[in-house]
């Protein structure tokens, strides 16, 4: 059965390019593009002898842990493919060659393919941007991301030749890593003021294809209404990711008379969700 250990033992995520003469680990929040190297064996029993080889298959996942939403599996290495460890350029592309081994079990570089017989210098593109291939354009902003900042589980699974393995259920030849994926700085992305009988006075957003990486574009006002005075005011603010908001932000408002006003806000009665704050003043306008 094949097995897969975790970071504990050996250290899952590297700087892209780890697999080259200068090595760089790192932490999560993980950020730009990853080597993803782990730790396998598959051991097996033959006439109660029990022996240990390479494994003969490897898949990653990834998996945001706050939608269900799934990224893969993607098929990497495939044996007998590549041949056992020797000092071939290819070959240090799919076993670490700062941790040389020369028995099982070996240090794999999961996020290389093997296609048509070549190994394939790749790595996970955390900001890759929706609709590109592996290696296409970042993404700008967080609604661009094909992996949104966010909570994830990466997972490695290991076959043998008679596909025993990769059960994430029972993690017998699996074993997965939690992680945070974190590229963007957060902004507001849209923001609505109600009034006390819950009808919309301003509403206004930022478009989701920003002008660069550094623009949003223009800011579209859908509604601007007068307020009514003497009438409580609510505020819906929507963040372009998850955020604290047990943190209460103290918003200023500019009335058309150009008369600002700055609230001191408490959490209103309605449900919010890890990147939407409902968010209601104490006093009246």
């Known amino acids: 059965m094949p097995i897969v250990w975790g970071s504990a033992t050996a250290h899952w995520f590297w700087r892209?390019?780890?697999?080259?003469?200068?090595?760089?680990?790192?932490?999560?929040?993980?950020?730009?593009?990853?080597?993803?190297?782990?730790?396998?064996?598959?051991?097996?029993?033959?006439?109660?002898?029990?022996?240990?080889?390479?494994i003969y298959r490897l898949e990653w996942?990834?998996?945001n842990r706050n939608t269900g939403t799934a990224y893969g599996p993607y098929q990497t290495t495939v044996f007998p493919q590549v041949q056992p460890p020797n000092n071939g350029a290819p070959v240090l592309l799919v076993y670490d060659r700062h941790n040389y081994r020369t028995v099982s079990p070996f240090y794999y570089w999961v996020t290389n393919p093997i296609i048509n017989n070549q190994v394939e210098d790749r790595?996970?593109?955390t900001k890759l941007r929706q609709g590109e291939d592996w290696n296409g354009l970042?993404?700008?902003?967080?609604?661009?991301?094909?992996?949104?900042?966010?909570?994830?589980?990466?997972?490695?699974?290991?076959y043998d030749i008679l596909n025993n393995g990769g059960d994430t259920l029972n993690r017998q030849g699996a074993e997965d890593e939690d992680i945070i994926i974190d590229n963007f700085k957060p902004y507001v992305t849209r923001v609505q003021i109600e009034q006390e009988d819950r009808s919309v006075k301003y509403q206004a957003h930022w478009p989701t294809t920003p002008q660069s990486d550094y623009d949003l574009g223009q800011l579209i006002i859908d509604k601007d209404d007068?307020?009514?005075?003497?009438?409580l005011l609510t505020f819906l603010i929507e963040f372009s990711e998850d955020m604290k908001t047990d943190v209460l932000p103290t918003l200023q408002v500019q009335f058309p008379n150009r008369c600002s006003k700055t609230f001191n806000l408490s959490?209103?009665?309605?449900?919010?969700?890890d990147n939407i704050l409902w968010l209601r003043n104490n006093k009246e306008v």
């Not at 080259?20 to 730790?39: A, F, H, N």
């Open 226 to 231: 007068d307020c009514k005075v003497g009438k």
């Open 61 to 63: 996942l990834v998996r």
């Open 267 to 273: 959490i209103d009665i309605r449900n919010n969700l």
């Open 123 to 125: 790595y996970w593109n």
């Open 138 to 158: 970042d993404a700008r902003i967080n609604a661009e991301a094909y992996f949104p900042d966010c909570n994830y589980r990466v997972w490695v699974m290991a």
């Open 16 to 54: 892209s390019g780890s697999e080259g003469q200068t090595v760089q680990e790192v932490q999560s929040p993980l950020w730009g593009k990853i080597d993803i190297r782990t730790y396998c064996q598959d051991r097996q029993t033959s006439g109660g002898v029990n022996t240990t080889s390479g």
